[in-house]
Nanobody, 127 residues
Framework: QVHVVQSGGGLAQAGGSLRLTCEANGGSGSPSAMAWFRQAPGQDEKSIVGATWYSGKSPDYADSVKGRFHLSRDNAKNAMYLEMTNLKYEDTAVYYC???????????????????WGPGTQVTVSS
């Protein structure tokens, strides 16, 4: 059974930095894709932050975080890291790690593209 474990996050001031970590345990092999989604206060749906690939392909990012957030991945640990810099108030959200194990799809931006989810981590940015 796959367990997606998240750590990091918390409270930061605008312009500050935070780091999130995600690890996928118990799966067969390594996830083909690992991604971060976020759900802002009052929003019903999760939106993509970015995704990393087992193949080593460069990460994909949402336009709203390009140049501020940096994704990296350690395939040996089935881990993914999100470095968030120059944080903005609108980055406040619950952040979710999502993973999938099937290969062959370029899709990454929709929640239904993933099989397993972490419990969520609160990130709060004060203005």
């Amino acid at each position: 059974q796959v367990h997606v474990v998240q750590s990091g996050g918390g409270l930061a001031q605008a312009g500050g930095s935070l780091r999130l970590t995600c690890e996928a345990n118990g799966g067969s092999g390594s996830p083909s894709a690992m991604a971060w989604f976020r759900q802002a206060p009052g929003q019903d749906e999760k939106s993509i932050v970015g995704a990393t690939w087992y193949s080593g392909k460069s990460p994909d990012y949402a336009d709203s975080v390009k140049g501020r957030f940096h994704l990296s991945r350690d395939n040996a640990k089935n881990a993914m890291y999100l470095e968030m810099t120059n944080l903005k108030y609108e980055d406040t959200a619950v952040y979710y790690c999502a993973v999938r194990y099937w290969f062959g799809s370029p899709r990454y931006a929709a929640p239904e593209d993933y099989q397993h989810w972490g419990p969520g981590t609160q990130v709060t940015v004060s203005s």
